[in-house]
Nanobody, 123 residues
């Protein structure tokens, strides 16, 4: 199995910055892509940003230029730097590992999730 633990969520004001972290442990050979999702109250979980195994980061349009996803592969860590935060960024943020088709065929789950960390942005 793969375990993901997020940290860094907080209550902040509009325009503030936050850095979310996610540490991955367990069967880390299952890691291919890594990314962040979020879920606001009463809404579906949505994609925020991700880094594929061998590509560049990509983002939800509304966070481009404000959020940056990065990963430290030797330490199996993923980060989400969030700048210029807005009230509409308020949500529980989840770390995700995508095993990819190859590792999925070798017995990994298709996706792994953390328990989430709350980000609240007040106006």
């Amino acid at each position: 199995q793969v375990q993901l633990v997020e940290s860094g969520g907080d209550s902040v004001q509009t325009g503030d910055s936050l850095l979310l972290s996610c540490i991955v442990s367990g069967n880390t050979y299952c890691i291919s892509g890594m990314g962040w999702y979020r879920q606001a109250p009463g809404k579906e979980r949505e994609f925020v940003g991700a880094i594929p195994a061998d590509g560049m980061p990509y983002y939800k349009d509304s966070v481009k230029g404000r959020f940056t996803v990065s990963r430290n592969e030797p330490k199996n860590m993923l980060y989400l730097q969030m700048n210029s935060l807005k009230p509409e960024d308020t949500a529980v943020y989840y770390c995700n590992v995508d095993s990819g088709s190859y590792y999925f065929s070798k017995g990994c789950a298709r996706n792994y999730w953390g328990q989430g960390t709350q980000v609240t942005v007040s106006s």
